[in-house]
């Protein structure tokens, strides 16, 4: 198993918690995903490591920006 965070632009409410959830959810061999609105952060845990362009896609469907630097 693999366990990233990545900081995520955007999320303010319960409504984004759920949305990047079900997108990132979605990305194939994720097991679970904990967002943290206060801190900015979505934790992925995966099967496999996660490439940053599938992730920053799952984010950018959802409506958010994946921060990558």
Known sequence: MNTTTWSVEGMTCQHCVNAVTEEVTAIHGVTAVVV?????QVT?????ALTVSDVAAAIDEAGYVLITS
């Open 36 to 40: 943290d609105l206060e801190a900015g």
């Open 44 to 48: 992925v845990t995966s099967e496999d």
